[in-house]
């Protein structure tokens, strides 16, 4: 009996997941159910948007999803040109507050009316949200909105800490993207294989699954299952998709989508070390003149673009340990011009919106077409 009232819960998820899939496709709302409140956001720690002008928030410190109706639905096929100054002392300044008191914590652009925006953490631990208006920042209301939302399950502990006493509660929610009718989520688990990646069907039900991940990271030369991935996209090769995660200290790993299944046990293959003493920030893919790239922003690197067809052709894995310091292996990148970059997104499909520290210590955003990418 047991087994049958199995079978028809796993069978009423699939249906679940395939008709919340199926509604997206047909343009259905799907703000359908959601409700009018405050949704008691703790912090917002990742920003992506979806379908709809729904923006879906990623909240480490509730170990909550989000999805917020932003109502922003104007369709642009084309942005306005971006290039501010000054972009923290403005932030700063609409919050009646300093730039020492604020943290910008993630940027996103909402598709459908390309209208970038901002999440920030102020000294209090309030978290605000905020959208670009020209060059103007206005604050978009977290306490009185229409929303949805979803509790991750066994999410890494509220007190837990790494071997040098770091929280690792602000990695519950590393990344997050919409793609195909669900919400990516990678992260922290409390379980002994940590590392984790999530898929929840959107409209969120009580469905949600999770796949724990290892990697072998050449620059440490060890097999790892506990380091969180920091930043992510799909990628389709050779007709495929693939999870392509990038780690601190850099590795990069390839994931077959059709492989991240609830309750599995997933390794990675390490296609390219991009060298230690580094960190991922954002990840951006684009198309120019037929073919695939991404671009990567880092800590202590300049922003670095790959080709999709290099990492197609690339089907050997990285097994060995990289013993020089900070050296790169594996698949080929070429470094931009461009350091220093925090936070990057797709401004419409020929440009690039992104925010970086200038040398002479602006904090300017500026959006840059695909072609000087």
Same mark, same amino acid.
């Given at each position: 009996m047991k087994k049958l009232l199995l079978g028809i819960i796993v069978v009423t998820t699939a249906l679940v997941t395939i008709s919340a899939t199926k509604d997206n496709e047909k343009g259905m709302d799907l703000t359908e159910g959601f409700i009018f409140g405050n949704p008691e956001i703790g912090s917002i720690n990742q920003l992506n948007f979806g379908p709809q002008g729904i923006l879906f928030v990623g909240d480490s410190k509730n170990a909550t999803i989000f999805a917020l109706d932003t109502k922003d639905t104007n369709a642009k096929d084309t942005a306005d040109e971006i290039n501010i100054q000054e972009v923290d002392t403005k932030i700063a300044a609409a919050l009646g507050t300093t730039t020492d008191k604020i943290k910008i914590t993630d940027m996103a652009v909402n598709p459908v009316s390309k209208a970038v925006y901002f999440s920030v953490s102020t000294v209090n631990g309030i978290p605000v949200l905020l959208k670009l208006d020209g060059e103007n920042f206005e604050s978009v209301s977290l306490k009185e909105i229409s929303y949805s939302k979803i509790g991750l399950s066994d999410p890494?502990?509220? #007190? !837990?800490?790494?071997?040098?006493?770091? $929280?690792?509660?602000?990695?519950?929610?590393?990344?997050?993207?919409? /793609?195909?009718?669900?919400?990516?989520?990678?992260?922290?688990?409390?379980?002994?294989?940590?590392?984790?990646?999530?898929?929840? $069907?959107? $409209?969120?039900? #009580?469905?949600?699954?999770? !796949?724990?991940?290892?990697?072998? /990271?050449?620059? /440490?030369?060890?097999?790892?299952?506990?380091? $969180?991935?920091?930043?992510?996209?799909?990628?389709?090769?050779?007709?495929?998709?693939?999870?392509?995660?990038?780690?601190?200290?850099?590795?990069?790993v390839l994931f077959p989508m059709d492989e991240l299944k609830d309750g599995i046990h997933s390794k990675g293959r390490t296609v390219a070390e991009l060298g230690s003493g580094n960190s991922p920030l954002d990840m951006v893919s684009y198309e120019r003149e037929g073919k695939r790239y991404f671009v990567m922003s880092n800590t202590n690197r300049p922003i670095m673009k790959i080709d999709y067809a290099d990492l197609a052709a690339s089907k050997e894995s990285l097994t060995e340990p990289i013993k020089e310091w900070a050296v790169a292996a594996g698949v080929d990148y070429v470094s931009l011009p461009m350091v220093n970059v925090l936070q990057m997104d797709n401004l419409d499909a020929n440009t690039i919106v992104y925010m970086q520290r200038a040398a002479d210590g602006d904090l300017v955003l500026r959006s840059r077409t695909t072609k000087r990418m």
């Open positions: 890494i502990a509220v #007190d !837990a800490k790494d071997r040098r006493e770091r $929280p690792l509660r602000v990695w519950a929610i590393s990344d997050l993207k919409y /793609h195909d009718g669900k919400i990516l989520v990678s992260g922290l688990s409390n379980k002994e294989f940590g590392s984790t990646f999530r898929s929840i $069907p959107f $409209p969120f039900n #009580d469905a949600q699954e999770y !796949a724990s991940l290892e990697i072998f /990271h050449a620059a /440490h030369g060890q097999y790892e299952t506990n380091s $969180p991935i920091k930043t992510f996209d799909v990628v389709e090769l050779e007709g495929k998709e693939y999870l392509m995660a990038s780690y601190t200290c850099t590795p990069l």
